[in-house]
């Protein structure tokens, strides 16, 4: 069974920096793009970053990219999500997920449908 447990949230000033990871367990995970979405109170859960097995290949979302650094280390089983920069409307409940295929572009795995596993989330707050 797939275990995907993120880790390394917290609250932190506007301009303030997190790196997030998320370790996977229970599958072939180099096999697999990756991403991350967040959720903000109130709000539908949006598309933050996306990466191809590899990790040659990445994709960001408008609100985060030149910010945000999504990487992995498939020795590891891990993700990571570098933060920089960090503005009040980033606060939210961040996800990682394991996408259901193995041989698209970074860009098709924008949207949740694409993903078949999740983890149960870290919250980041930043605070203005």
């Known amino acids: 069974q797939v275990q995907l447990v993120e880790s390394g949230g917290g609250l932190v000033q506007a301009g303030g920096s997190l790196r997030l990871s998320c370790a996977a367990s229970g599958s072939i995970f180099s096999w697999y793009s990756m991403g991350w979405f967040r959720q903000a109170p109130g709000k539908e859960r949006e598309f933050v970053a996306s990466?191809?097995?590899?990790?040659?290949?990445?994709y960001y979302a408008d609100s985060v990219k030149g910010r945000f650094t999504i990487s992995r280390d498939n020795a590891k089983d891990m993700i990571y999500l570098e933060m920089n920069s960090l503005k009040p409307e980033d606060t939210a409940v961040y996800y990682c997920a394991l996408g259901r295929t193995t041989d698209r572009s970074a860009s098709y795995y924008s949207s949740q449908d694409k993903y078949s596993y999740w983890g149960q989330g870290t919250q980041v707050t930043v605070s203005s």
């Open positions: 990466i191809t097995p590899s990790g040659a290949s990445t």
